[in-house]
């Protein structure tokens, strides 16, 4: 059974104009619900999987870590939704599940390389910058 507003509020009732008020939550939505949102929701969960199987040692390599899986996931995804023209997947849910697989995939060897910097940094403390070059450029 479908009842007017005016059924319970019998004074005058001022609405917003439908397709201005309609078109601007459309876009909100998809702004933060959509490709953003997937996005988001991708960095988070490649930095939940990350961090459970190999847990920080400290404090500040759990939110270095966790700052670079985010931004490896969110950029390396779009990075590699841009070079392979993916873009038309934003428009159906079935290509933001895709997308939300690139970003969490993208982010997964971010984790990796920071623990690497990590432990090069701890077992290099004491070296100076040419050191470091040489060791890098012998290793190449």
Same mark, same amino acid.
């Given at each position: 059974?479908?009842?007017?507003? /005016?059924?319970?509020?019998?004074?005058?009732m001022?609405?917003?104009?439908?397709?201005?008020?309609?078109?601007?939550g459309?876009? /909100?939505?998809?702004?933060? /619900?959509?490709?953003?949102?997937?996005?988001?929701? /991708?960095?988070?969960?490649?930095?939940?999987?990350?961090? *459970?199987?190999?847990?920080?040692r400290?404090?500040?390599?759990? &939110?270095?870590?966790?700052? *670079?899986?985010?931004?490896?996931?969110?950029?390396?995804?779009?990075?590699? &939704?841009?070079?392979?023209? !993916?873009?038309?997947?934003?428009?159906?849910?079935?290509? !933001?599940?895709?997308?939300?697989?690139?970003?969490?995939? *993208?982010?997964?060897?971010?984790?990796?390389?920071?623990?690497?910097?990590?432990?090069? &940094?701890?077992?290099?403390?004491?070296?100076?910058?040419?050191?470091?070059?040489?060791?890098?450029r012998?290793? !190449?």
């Amino acid at each position: 059974m479908f009842f007017d507003a /005016g059924f319970f509020y019998m004074g005058k009732m001022k609405m917003a104009e439908p397709t201005s008020s309609g078109v601007a939550g459309f876009a /909100g939505w998809k702004l933060i /619900g959509g490709a953003a949102g997937v996005a988001a929701g /991708g960095a988070g969960l490649a930095a939940f999987v990350v961090m *459970c199987m190999t847990k920080p040692r400290s404090d500040k390599e759990w &939110i270095v870590g966790l700052v *670079c899986t985010v931004i490896g996931s969110v950029c390396g995804g779009a990075a590699v &939704i841009s070079y392979f023209h !993916l873009y038309e997947w934003v428009t159906n849910f079935i290509g !933001l599940t895709a997308i939300l697989g690139l970003s969490f995939a *993208c982010g997964l060897p971010a984790w990796a390389i920071v623990r690497w910097i990590f432990n090069y &940094i701890d077992t290099h403390q004491d070296a100076s910058i040419e050191d470091v070059a040489n060791d890098l450029r012998s290793s !190449l």
